[in-house]
């Protein structure tokens, strides 16, 4: 049990929330809009998730990067963390290519 996998996530959500208060492009344009999507979209990929375990398709891989916590049968804790990075990354990603083809179309 170790907490290498769960730390490199939680380094890597650190770094996207420097690079959204840095240029203001998700939780610092729209608060409560972005925690909004942020909800939905956790709560959709784990529902996705639990009906994916349900119906045998998915499981939790054996490794010794992972803590071992399980917050269901065959979902670990950095699942929960992995789609939190997942759709905070993809908003920022977005946001950012509306600002550089804003930009572009101003000049």
Same mark, same amino acid.
């Given at each position: ?6 730390? $490199? ?30 909800g ?6 784990? $529902?996705?998730?639990?009906? /994916?375990?349900?119906? /045998? ?9 992972? $803590? ?27 946001? /950012?290519?509306?600002?550089v083809?804003?930009?572009? $179309?101003?000049?």
């Amino acid at each position: 049990m170790t907490l290498l996998y769960l730390l $490199t996530l939680l380094v890597s959500l650190g770094g996207m929330v420097v690079l959204d208060w840095r240029f203001g492009l998700f939780f610092w344009h729209s608060p409560v809009r972005a925690a909004l999507v942020v909800g939905i979209g956790v709560l959709f990929f784990l $529902t996705w998730d639990l009906f /994916g375990i349900g119906l /045998g398709i998915f499981y939790r891989g054996e490794t010794t990067l992972m $803590t071992g916590l399980q917050l269901a049968p065959e979902l670990p804790l950095e699942e929960l963390v992995f789609l939190t990075f997942l759709c905070y990354l993809t908003m920022i990603l977005v946001r /950012g290519a509306q600002l550089v083809l804003h930009r572009q $179309t101003r000049a």
